[in-house]
């Protein structure tokens, strides 16, 4: 017996992979998700394998990895040595923009606790608002790799 996979369309496969048709577009342009096939009526159609492939994706973006990092996770092979480690040297490397960015978090968060100890409502004008116009004035920006010109990984 000859059993057809499933097809689906693009709001099916969307629904089915929790990815949103927008961005099933945009993972084909992006060659992370091969074109869907058409048919006459230009509808794209989706197999098991696409949707696997598309939660596959929501999963990694879902752990904030860049598009490269997704690419690449996609292009391994489960059986092949050599790509189990690339994988791993492709979450390390994550891993590090991660702890990269939880440093950069607790600075910011350490900033915004001394702005708002500044101030407790009860004086004549708000100390907040008075210091943040300052560094305005002074053209101070918290410490980010964008304030450093350093592009982020995402």
Do not use: W
Request: proline letters at 4%; hydrophobic letters at 40%.
């Amino acid at each position: 017996m000859n059993v057809t996979p499933a097809i689906h369309r693009i709001g099916d496969a969307a629904r089915l992979s929790g990815v949103s048709t927008a961005n099933i577009r945009y993972y084909e342009k992006e060659g992370l998700l091969p074109p869907g096939l058409r048919m006459e009526n230009s509808y794209r159609l989706y197999g098991p394998d696409d949707v696997h492939r598309l939660r596959f994706i929501r999963l990694c973006r879902a752990m904030d990895m860049s598009l490269q990092e997704v690419r690449t996770l996609l292009s391994l092979k489960l059986t092949r040595k050599a790509d189990c480690v690339a994988a791993r040297d492709t979450l390390d490397e994550h891993l590090s923009h991660v702890r990269t960015r939880l440093a950069e978090l607790q600075a910011l968060e350490s900033d915004l606790m001394a702005l708002r100890s500044r101030c407790d409502g009860s004086d004549r004008h708000c100390h907040i608002i008075e210091a943040l116009h300052a560094r305005a004035d002074a053209g101070a920006l918290p410490a980010t790799p964008a304030a450093a010109g350093v592009k982020r990984h995402v």
